[in-house]
Every structure is written in C-alpha cells, then in structure tokens.
C-alpha cells in the first residue's frame, strides 16, 4: 500500500486539490475511489471512519486522517517542503488566497459545475445567482494575474493548487472564459509544471460509472 491514500472522485475539484499536490511532490500515494453520487460519503461506515462531515477528499496516512481540502495541502507543505511559504507574510497571503478559493471560487464553481453538467438542473434563480458570483471572482482573478504570475508573486504555491482546482474542467461550468484571459495563461502556467495531470487522468471515477 502506498504510504498516501487519498480517497477522492474524479469529478471532486477540492479533491484534485490534494491529488494534484501529492503528484507534483512526487508523493508516494494512490487514490481510492469514493462513489459520492450512489451515497458512499452518507454512510455510517464513511462518516465514523473517515469523515464525520461527510465530504472528499480525505488523505489517509497510516493512522492519520486529514480531511478538508485547505487542511490537507497545509499538511502536504509541512510533509514536503514544496508550494509553501518562506515567512509569515506568505503563510498568510496563502491563507487568504485559499479562504477566497473556497468562499468565491471554488465554492461558486464547484456548484455551478454540479448543477449545469452533473446534476442537469437547467437554468434557474440559483445558477443564475451563482453563475454572476463565479464570474464576480474570476474577474478579481483576472486582474490580480495582470502583475503576478501566480497567487502570491513569481512561484506557485498551495493557494495556486487550490483557485485552479475546478478551472481545468471550465468547459463543464457554462461559464465562457474568454474574458479572462490572464486565468487562463495562468492555469498553463500551472499546466507546465512537471507532473501536471488533468483532473480525470489523476483520479478515478470519469466517466461516471452509470455513464452510456
């Protein structure tokens, strides 16, 4: 067995998060398949041994388990040493970046993506409302890539790890991205870094199993 197990889904951004950090590091890790949409991560079993939350990824160390995505790449830094922090002034700039990932970004994303090509709910008030919030974040990421070349100035970091997380999968959200051209040179930037996986190359479950 690996010495990471990370149990996560292909279609999971906050998941990719993790993987994408333990395959750049060279990380010795597998990833385990969770069957989020036939209700794995609502089982008593998931919760009591995994997470109590209810949600992926979760990154199993021997007796250690870590879940939320932000956690879990903190941890990655301290493991490896890489895409981190050289002073308090970055750890915190990487907080903030990350904290806006999950309140803008990836939570306005992640859940657009979901109803629009997952769940297939059409168009209503709610991905209306989301799809302007999404678009709101990824403007204030097109600017800041105006002057950096990544989250906090020249290197990437976990917070880069973390804003891209449901970008690569950009054509699922409905979102047209061609007003944000400084995300995208960005996410090349990341692309380029050796060891780089799409999310569905790095983590099983795509297609979907019930998929035709």
Request: glycine share 8%; net charge negative; with cysteine.
């Amino acid at each position: 067995m690996a010495e990471y197990v990370l149990h996560c889904m292909a279609q999971s951004g906050h998941s990719y998060k993790a993987a994408l950090m333990l395959e750049l590091c060279g990380a010795d890790w597998e990833p385990k398949w969770v069957d989020f949409f036939n209700g794995e991560t609502r089982t008593e079993e998931f919760r009591s041994t995994l997470n109590e939350m209810g949600e992926v990824p979760v990154l199993v160390q021997g007796t250690n388990i870590l879940t939320q995505s932000g956690v879990i790449l903190d941890y990655l830094v301290e493991q490896f040493g890489k895409f981190g922090w050289e002073n308090d002034d970055e750890r915190r700039e990487i907080l903030r970046w990350t904290i806006f990932d999950n309140q803008k970004v990836s939570g306005m994303i992640g859940p657009l993506r979901f109803m629009r090509s997952l769940a297939k709910t059409g168009e209503n008030d709610v991905t209306k409302f989301i799809d302007g919030r999404a678009k709101g974040a990824l403007a204030i990421l097109n600017k800041h890539f105006q002057k950096n070349e990544f989250a906090i100035g020249t290197r990437p970091t976990t917070a880069d790890l973390s804003l891209c997380s449901y970008l690569y999968v950009r054509d699922e959200t409905g979102i047209d991205f061609e007003p944000y051209p400084q995300v995208i040179a960005w996410l090349d930037r990341i692309k380029a870094l050796p060891g780089w996986k799409h999310p569905y190359d790095l983590m099983p479950g795509h297609p979907m199993p019930d998929a035709k």
